[in-house]
């Protein structure tokens, strides 16, 4: 449970971050790999924001931050590629079905 407001507005960055390193995959606003490190790096600092402001210690913090931050940030973008990639074949498929039938 989220101990207070500061840990509450953390935790709501670190999902933001998430949502949007998702879309951005998945509209291709941005490379992959820039958006994958950059969503990396800016879970694992809002993570140990939102473990600090619970008045964890910072070996604690450092811990949990790089543990919650990494695997979820790599959760996303693997979901992202996986149904991008699954979207793409769709239209590949599609295309060629429609040049065929001509």
Do not use: C, K
Not at 37 to 58: D, E, H, K, P
């Amino acid at each position: 449970m989220l101990s207070s407001p500061t840990s509450f507005i953390f935790y709501a960055i670190f999902v933001v971050i998430l949502v949007v390193t998702y879309l951005a995959i998945r509209r291709e606003w941005v490379a992959t790999g820039l958006i994958a490190g950059m969503s990396v790096v800016g879970s694992v600092i809002s993570m140990l924001l939102v473990s600090l402001s619970q008045g964890n210690a910072m070996f604690q913090a450092i811990v949990v931050s790089l543990g919650i931050g990494i695997v979820f940030s790599l959760a996303t973008v693997a979901m992202a590629l996986f149904f991008h990639t699954n979207e793409m074949r769709e239209h590949r498929i599609q295309g060629e079905l429609s040049t065929d039938t001509e």
